[in-house]
């Protein structure tokens, strides 16, 4: 073997879903901290990958070629490397093994470039400690193989054989309700499930974290949105509450009041009061959000509904219902049954510039060149410790809270400057009918991400009777990037341009290198201008997330196995109560929510307040189709619940 020969890895960011596969020259580096990796190992190159997590070390692991063989070799980690669910510390690799350090399970296949491996199954290879080569003397012990073959054959059928899951010999579960997601979409509708009288016992939710709220806390913080600051929503939108009262800035400021702070508890109650026309839109902060769900996931049984699992495929029963086939770790799978399914899987991944993923790729940086949803307060370390430029990328509201990031920043080192490149200008705001939103510097504002009426107003009515063709039209009208309409930001990019250190440009990314100095170098061509080059030290990609259907291989594989339509945005067709009609089968039905459902009979699907009515038309249909323990609310079993909920009782 040589040390040209590429190594093909395949994983799922654990956070965000994003797919990455890396083609990389062996030897290969992992672990958390980049400074921590070698940048040789013996007189060669090292792929130096790094992953976002505590549970992988500064430097984890290493992948060589020893004699002929590609072995993966711990360097004295924490949590271990696992080879298809086995801890080794030294291991023979070959095509197809199962990599797992900390929470990310990677496949390890050859590259083109590679000579055909030995095929013979995986093996542990003892080395003599004073040679650190294979000891012939010491015997050789086969590794367990991947399961390659779960999900077993019966998958492929369009029905599967309830009798075919039990002859498997694992584990088949059943529950009258599944939540596929365990994610906040998935919280709200099992917390009208619970609401409506279905027992925690009957319900099922699928997931990869026992907080519901923990990918999107987590992507709030990435983003520079810590606990203190205030989200995008509305005082009403509550979570942990589907009757929304009382809402956060009533909470808020009877809070205020008993700690004696009497002027922010009024300004809370003037917000609500008259917003948006004399007073700034009240936003409830990010930790109140959190420790109101938590509240309420314990008054649900939330514990006792959720199960660690990664779902790998959907399928029809042939006795109406669904199965799902999952992991519940390295090398331990398992089905569920269940009658009615609901989907809420959020954003698959995190939308990464193509030029900018090209650049991450060649140069193997992922430190000047990060997405604003990735853990990346080195950044501003830096800029703090060392000054420096920063390039944005984007300009909706995540591009302005980083905009506010670097102003804080600024506080402890001046010598810091932003870049902003946009793609245009923006002259004039979205308009529809008689209003149009305000711009200011080239950004376009509003209080939401979408029109209040949106969510239940003139606006929801409109696009729930609309045809495909005009809900394209309508959304493209309201929707757009915008960011909040608060006046720090509107100051803050005001004072910026004011005292130069804040730029905008305007221009189309040709492409992003790296100059000698490691700075990156993004041409632009700027419009009659010709080509222009942008030097900075750091690129933050704020451009979103993606949420289209093939971005997430569990949507991707039910869509083609069942010839699924999707919309023009890419993601699930859904009914007006969110039903995923192709797929309802003899004895059951199956719901989706979020993202995944955008361009369809809702547009802010992804809000709070737009989960819950996602949940609330759900539930209905359930209720209607008669499914077992659900009992439509009416004005006294609604108060008799609400009245539980204010006492903090299980409902």
């Given at each position: 073997?040589?040390?040209?020969?590429?190594?093909?890895?395949?994983?799922?960011?654990?956070?965000?879903?994003?797919?990455?596969?890396?083609?990389?020259?062996?030897?290969?580096?992992?672990?958390?901290?980049?400074?921590?990796?070698?940048?040789?190992?013996?007189?060669?190159?090292?792929?130096?990958?790094?992953?976002?997590?505590?549970?992988?070390?500064?430097?984890?692991?290493?992948?060589?070629?020893?004699?002929?063989?590609?072995?993966?070799?711990?360097?004295?980690?924490?949590?271990?490397?696992?080879?298809?669910?086995?801890?080794?510390?030294?291991?023979?690799?070959?095509?197809?093994?199962?990599?797992?350090?900390?929470?990310?399970?990677?496949?390890?296949?050859?590259?083109?470039?590679?000579?055909?491996?030995?095929?013979?199954?995986?093996?542990?290879?003892h080395f003599n400690a004073n040679t650190n080569r294979p000891d012939p003397s010491l015997p050789v012990q086969p590794l367990t193989p991947v399961a390659s073959n779960?999900?077993?054959?019966?998958?492929?059928?369009?029905?599967?054989?309830?009798?075919?899951?039990?002859?498997?010999?694992?584990?088949?579960?059943?529950?009258?309700?599944?939540?596929?997601?365990?994610?906040?979409?998935?919280?709200?509708?099992?917390?009208?499930?619970?609401?409506?009288?279905?027992?925690?016992?009957?319900?099922?939710?699928?997931?990869?974290?026992?907080?519901?709220?923990?990918?999107?806390?987590?992507?709030?913080?990435?983003?520079?949105?810590?606990?203190?600051?205030?989200?995008?929503?509305?005082?009403?939108?509550?979570?942990?509450?589907?009757?929304?009262?009382?809402?956060?800035?009533?909470?808020?400021?009877?809070?205020?009041?008993?700690?004696?702070?009497?002027?922010?508890?009024?300004?809370?109650?003037?917000?609500?009061?008259?917003?948006?026309?004399?007073?700034?839109?009240?936003?409830?902060?990010?930790?109140?959000?959190?420790?109101?769900?938590?509240?309420?996931?314990?008054?649900?049984?939330?514990?006792?509904?959720?199960?660690?699992?990664?779902?790998?495929?959907?399928?029809?029963?042939?006795?109406?219902?669904?199965?799902?086939?999952?992991?519940?770790?390295?090398?331990?799978?398992?089905?569920?049954?269940?009658?009615?399914?609901?989907?809420?899987?959020?954003?698959?991944?995190?939308?990464?510039?193509?030029?900018?993923?090209?650049?991450?790729?060649?140069?193997?940086?992922?430190?000047?060149?990060?997405?604003?949803?990735?853990?990346?307060?080195?950044?501003?370390?830096?800029?703090?410790?060392?000054?420096?430029?920063?390039?944005?990328?984007?300009?909706?509201?995540?591009?302005?809270?980083?905009?506010?990031?670097?102003?804080?920043?600024?506080?402890?080192?001046?010598?810091?400057?932003?870049?902003?490149?946009?793609?245009?200008?923006?002259?004039?705001?979205?308009?529809?009918?008689?209003?149009?939103?305000?711009?200011?510097?080239?950004?376009?504002?509003?209080?939401?991400?979408?029109?209040?009426?949106?969510?239940?107003?003139?606006?929801?009515?409109?696009?729930?009777?609309?045809?495909?063709?005009?809900?394209?039209?309508?959304?493209?009208?309201?929707?757009?990037?915008?960011?909040?309409?608060?006046?720090?930001?509107?100051?803050?990019?005001?004072?910026?341009?004011?005292?130069?250190?804040?730029?905008?440009?305007?221009?189309?990314?040709?492409?992003?290198?790296?100059?000698?100095?490691?700075?990156?170098?993004?041409?632009?061509?700027?419009?009659?201008?010709?080509?222009?080059?942008?030097?900075?030290?750091?690129?933050?990609?704020?451009?979103?997330?993606?949420?289209?259907?093939?971005?997430?291989?569990?949507?991707?594989?039910?869509?083609?196995?069942?010839?699924?339509?999707?919309?023009?945005?890419?993601?699930?067709?859904?009914?007006?109560?969110?039903?995923?009609?192709?797929?309802?089968?003899?004895?059951?039905?199956?719901?989706?929510?979020?993202?995944?459902?955008?361009?369809?009979?809702?547009?802010?699907?992804?809000?709070?307040?737009?989960?819950?009515?996602?949940?609330?038309?759900?539930?209905d249909g359930l209720a209607a189709a008669r499914a077992p323990g659900v009992q439509r609310l009416n004005v006294l079993s609604s108060f008799s619940q609400w009245l539980?909920?204010?006492?903090?009782?299980?409902?």
């Open positions: 073997m040589t040390n040209d020969i590429q190594i093909q890895l395949s994983w799922e960011e654990p956070a965000t879903g994003e797919r990455r596969e890396p083609l990389l020259n062996v030897p290969i580096a992992f672990g958390r901290e980049f400074t921590r990796l070698p940048a040789e190992h013996r007189g060669m190159r090292v792929s130096r990958m790094l992953l976002n997590s505590n549970e992988v070390s500064r430097y984890h692991a290493l992948i060589d070629w020893e004699q002929d063989h590609l072995v993966v070799i711990d360097q004295g980690s924490v949590n271990g490397v696992y080879v298809n669910g086995q801890p080794q510390t030294r291991s023979v690799l070959v095509n197809g093994d199962t990599l797992q350090i900390g929470p990310y399970l990677i496949a390890v296949t050859f590259g083109a470039s590679a000579a055909a491996p030995d095929t013979s199954p995986p093996s542990t290879i779960f999900p077993p054959l019966a998958f492929q059928a369009q029905k599967v054989s309830v009798q075919a899951l039990h002859a498997t010999g694992l584990p088949v579960d059943e529950s009258d309700y599944l939540a596929i997601g365990a994610g906040l979409g998935s919280f709200l509708w099992t917390d009208l499930l619970r609401i409506s009288g279905v027992r925690a016992d009957k319900i099922v939710a699928l997931g990869l974290e026992a907080e519901p709220y923990a990918r999107y806390k987590r992507l709030c913080l990435n983003s520079q949105i810590p606990l203190y600051e205030r989200l995008r929503s509305n005082s009403d939108s509550c979570p942990d509450n589907i009757w929304g009262w009382p809402s956060y800035a009533l909470r808020e400021a009877w809070g205020d009041l008993a700690k004696g702070e009497i002027k922010s508890a009024f300004k809370y109650l003037w917000q609500v009061f008259a917003e948006p026309t004399f007073a700034e839109t009240y936003t409830p902060r990010a930790g109140n959000v959190f420790d109101s769900i938590d509240r309420e996931t314990k008054r649900i049984g939330w514990n006792q509904i959720y199960r660690y699992g990664r779902v790998r495929v959907i399928r029809k029963t042939d006795d109406g219902r669904y199965c799902v086939a999952y992991s519940r770790g390295p090398g331990n799978y398992a089905f569920l049954v269940s009658r009615y399914l609901h989907l809420a899987t959020g954003y698959p991944a995190i939308q990464f510039l193509p030029d900018l993923q090209a650049y991450r790729e060649k140069y193997q940086d992922f430190t000047s060149v990060v997405n604003a949803y990735e853990a990346h307060d080195r950044v501003y370390e830096q800029l703090e410790q060392h000054g420096g430029t920063v390039l944005i990328r984007g300009r909706g509201i995540v591009a302005s809270r980083i905009v506010q990031r670097i102003y804080e920043a600024r506080k402890r080192n001046r010598n810091i400057a932003v870049l902003h490149l946009m793609r245009s200008p923006k002259p004039q705001g979205n308009k529809f009918q008689k209003t149009q939103r305000l711009v200011k510097n080239h950004y376009e504002f509003q209080p939401f991400n979408w029109p209040k009426a949106c969510w239940g107003g003139e606006l929801r009515a409109m696009l729930e009777k609309a045809t495909p063709d005009e809900r394209k039209r309508l959304l493209a009208d309201w929707g757009g990037t915008t960011t909040a309409d608060r006046r720090d930001w509107q100051q803050i990019t005001a004072q910026g341009l004011s005292e130069g250190w804040y730029q905008i440009t305007f221009g189309e990314v040709l492409d992003v290198e790296r100059d000698a100095q490691n700075r990156t170098i993004t041409r632009i061509r700027e419009q009659s201008f010709g080509v222009k080059k942008l030097f900075a030290d750091f690129i933050v990609d704020a451009t979103g997330l993606d949420a289209k259907v093939d971005a997430n291989p569990l949507l991707a594989d039910l869509v083609k196995h069942y010839n699924l339509p999707v919309n023009h945005l890419g993601r699930l067709t859904v009914a007006n109560n969110f039903e995923l009609v192709e797929m309802r089968s003899d004895r059951g039905q199956m719901y989706a929510a979020g993202a995944i459902t955008l361009g369809g009979p809702y547009a802010a699907v992804d809000s709070f307040l737009g989960l819950q009515y996602a949940a609330l038309v759900a539930v539980k909920w204010v006492l903090n009782q299980s409902p």
